[in-house]
């Protein structure tokens, strides 16, 4: 496990919007898009995957989650997601 994983859940901010500037992991889509806006809804942690879970919802509604397992850097997340 990285030595990071206790700020994970607050790498981005519940209730900001963020642009979508790299490729997010998503393996239950739907996909995000590249230059999309999307708004954290919250975060969460999935211990039988070992992954953090940013669910954001997009502009139209639509809601699309974000993995970041344990052994993945932090900047995989906040590398694609941009205030």
């Known amino acids: 496990m990285i030595d990071d994983w206790a ?13 979508v500037t790299g490729h997010v992991l998503n393996p239950t889509g739907p996909d995000f898009i590249i230059g ?12 039988y995957d070992n992954s953090h879970v940013y669910e954001f919802e997009t502009e139209s509604g639509v809601l699309k989650r974000a993995w970041l397992n344990d052994a993945s850097p932090a900047k ?7 205030e």
């Open 7 to 19: 700020s994970r859940k607050t790498l981005l901010s519940i209730g900001k919007s963020y642009r």
């Open 36 to 47: 999309e806006q999307v708004t954290l809804r919250s975060v969460g942690y999935i211990p």
């Open 76 to 82: 995989s997340i906040t590398e694609s997601f941009r």
